[in-house]
């Protein structure tokens, strides 16, 4: 059995695509097999029922196309990847799907995030922009036709920038991810801080209009994080929550080592 990673590479590397306009989910599915339907669902986003080498995708019809496409790709990646099985998919879900120990769910995420954005030619497209934004970012993902969330996270898990992706709601952290080089020692608080933007962004609705500087200790837990600034950038997200982008552009926190006064030093 494939990979996530390698199973979507070699659907981009097999039709040729050398441009995210050239990525039809519903053509790839049709090809290896799976007719997807838009119909109403209740309690999922999107579902999988298959037998010997066909099956029905059958997705929640949505003002979205992000999601319509993600949810499709998902089950392509369920298909390819775990095929015996049958699916009821919250693949609207982000936070369940990363807190979950699912691993199908996992992995039909990581499949669906390579296929849509594939690196060769999504890393490209992060360098041409001008700025590290989420507004930049939005244009990203206007052109792969998926949502700034989605673009956001496969930014940190190709690891080519020291980002931190996260989302808050009033009361806790939801869901975060880093990149790869960004060490594990630095502990993200589970609560908004009042000194952060975020926590204006969800009182008041107002989105930040480009990356400011901040004191890392409204962020992280450590006790010596009052010695470090980062860029921070958030925008209101579903109902009631905050997405943000934290760039940590000094050097010298990406090479900080294990911190002896945190109890725990991994997430």
């Known amino acids: 059995m494939s990979d996530p990673i390698s199973s979507a590479e070699n659907l981009i590397s097999e039709f040729c695509i050398t441009d995210p306009k050239e990525i039809d989910v519903e053509a790839i599915a049709f090809d290896r097999g799976i007719e997807v339907v838009y119909d109403t669902l209740k309690g999922c986003e999107a579902t999988l029922v298959g037998y010997g080498q066909r099956a029905i995708a059958t ?17 392509i990646g369920h298909w390819l990847l775990h095929r015996g099985q049958s699916f009821r998919c919250r693949t609207d879900d982000i936070e369940l799907n990363y807190t979950s120990n699912n691993n199908f769910e996992k992995e039909a995420d990581e499949f669906a995030s390579n296929l849509l954005m594939p690196r060769p030619i999504f890393l490209p497209a992060i360098k041409s922009t001008k700025h590290l934004g989420l507004s930049d970012l939005q244009l990203v993902a206007n052109d792969f036709q998926v949502s700034l969330q989605a673009i956001a996270l496969r930014l940190a898990a190709i690891d080519t920038l020291p980002i931190i992706v996260a989302c808050y709601s009033s009361e806790k952290l939801l869901w975060y991810r880093r990149a790869q080089h960004v060490p594990n020692r630095w502990w993200l608080k589970s609560c908004l801080d009042e000194d952060t933007f975020a926590y204006d962004v969800l009182r008041n609705g107002k989105a930040s209009t480009h990356p400011r500087k901040q004191s890392a200790d409204a962020w ?18 579903l109902s009631g929550q905050v997405l943000v982008l934290l760039y940590l552009d000094d050097p010298e926190m990406c090479a900080a080592g294990f911190d002896p006064n945190l109890r725990i030093n991994k997430r």
């Open 59 to 75: 997705v929640n019809p949505s003002p979205s196309r992000g999601r319509q496409r993600f949810s499709v790709s998902h089950e």
């Open 220 to 237: 992280f837990e450590n006790d010596d994080s009052d010695e470090y600034d980062l860029f921070e950038q958030s925008l209101p997200s």
